[in-house]
């Protein structure tokens, strides 16, 4: 069986499997009144919300998009703070609805900061809406998300969108805490579940946008879906046998406890630095900033993502990502969210020494 390091899907515990097996439940069944609230409320203190959290059948991008088309409309100023691949995507899907969209860019492989984002807003003059990326999965990079909130907060009344795909489960997320209105995050990542869900939790401001504003739409519509989340149900079928598992997961990480899981993740990531450090490898992510679900890795100046992608698969057995947009094929991605053990990672990097003769 391969290692699979990549930033997503990623493999997902024995017992998540099992429970997804279990065999299909109709979503408007008992059965499924009872699954729903109990997935949902597991999943509170991982996003830090009392506010409605709507699963739809989608991607993260999908999620994404949805975040968009029920708090944005055509010609609202949109504020896009981005530092890498996945910040682009939602700033892109943003304007594909024909937002005004404002993007403030910070240099791949470190974070915005507060100051970065007091200066954006004071830039863009009134903005509807803020995009913002907890961990941007391009590059290793995790944002000072709080503080983005704050400095937001502060200066500007607008919606704070963030995606939380690859951080929700894994990094400290307070949601009410910090202001923000939209979370967007997914199953396969640090939810240890198979792919098939977007979970999205909305404030009840965005929910009021949402009903007398934002764009047309049908299938992503949040006011619909959380009216239908509050029967115990949901607006069509959604993906039954990834939420029998995911309350699996959800019940393996509510055991484990938020603060452990926050703990494993930093600890693995730490780890993982230190040993590319030694071994002469050098990560993509400023140390202060760096991921604790995603660590990306500079390759040496000749040396091809695609052709180490394939050399640790067939001679190791191991299969990790690539780099994205402009560094496609100067670095490899390291993914160690979810279900994880050390030697894993140590095996992973250990290879990827061998690979590249270091």
């Known amino acids: ?196 869900l977007s979970l999205i939790a909305t404030s009840h401001r965005a929910l009021r946008v949402a009903h007398g504003g934002g764009q047309p739409r049908y299938y992503f519509d949040f006011p619909r879906m959380a009216a239908a989340v509050e029967e115990g149900t949901t607006t069509y079928t959604p993906a039954v046998t990834v939420l029998q598992g995911l309350r699996a997961a959800v019940g393996m990480l509510s055991a484990e406890g938020p603060e452990r899981v926050f703990d494993r993740h930093r600890a693995a990531a730490v780890t993982l630095r230190q040993s590319l450090l030694e071994r002469g490898m050098t990560p993509a992510a400023d140390a202060w900033c760096a991921s604790p679900t995603v660590t990306a890795v500079h390759l040496p100046d000749g040396v091809r993502a695609s052709c180490v992608r394939r050399a640790l698969e067939r001679d190791h057995g191991i299969l990790v990502a690539s780099g994205r947009s402009e560094w496609k094929e100067s670095t490899v991605r390291i993914g160690h969210m979810g279900a994880f053990h050390a030697a894993e990672i140590e095996a992973t990097v250990d290879a990827l020494g061998r690979v590249l003769g270091s």
Not at 28 to 53: C, K, Q
Not at 98 to 110: F, L, S, Y
Not at 169 to 176: I, K, N, Y
Request: charge should be negative; proline fraction near 7%; include cysteine.
């Open 1 to 196: 069986m391969n290692n699979v390091r990549t930033s997503g899907p990623l493999p997902v515990p024995p017992q998540v499997t099992e429970a997804s097996a279990h065999g299909v439940i109709s979503h408007r069944s008992d059965a499924f009144r009872a699954l729903l609230p109990e997935v949902l409320d597991g999943l509170r203190p991982f996003f830090g919300t009392g506010a409605p959290i709507l699963p739809f059948t989608c991607s993260g991008t999908g999620g994404m998009e949805a975040a968009v088309v029920n708090c944005v409309a055509p010609g609202d100023r949109v504020l896009a703070v981005s530092a890498g691949h996945f910040g682009d995507r939602f700033a892109e899907i943003a304007r594909c609805y024909g937002a005004d969209v404002i993007v403030h860019q910070v240099p791949w492989g470190t974070a915005p900061t507060a100051a970065d984002v007091v200066g954006a807003l004071r830039a863009a003059g009134p903005v509807r809406a803020v995009l913002l990326t907890h961990n941007e999965t391009s590059t290793g990079v995790l944002a000072p998300l709080r503080e983005l909130c704050l400095a937001v907060r502060e200066s500007s009344d607008a919606l704070i969108l963030v995606d939380g795909v690859s951080s929700v489960g894994a990094a400290r997320f307070d949601m009410d805490d910090w202001g923000v209105d939209v979370a967007v995050t997914v199953t396969q990542k640090a939810l240890m579940a198979q792919p098939g």
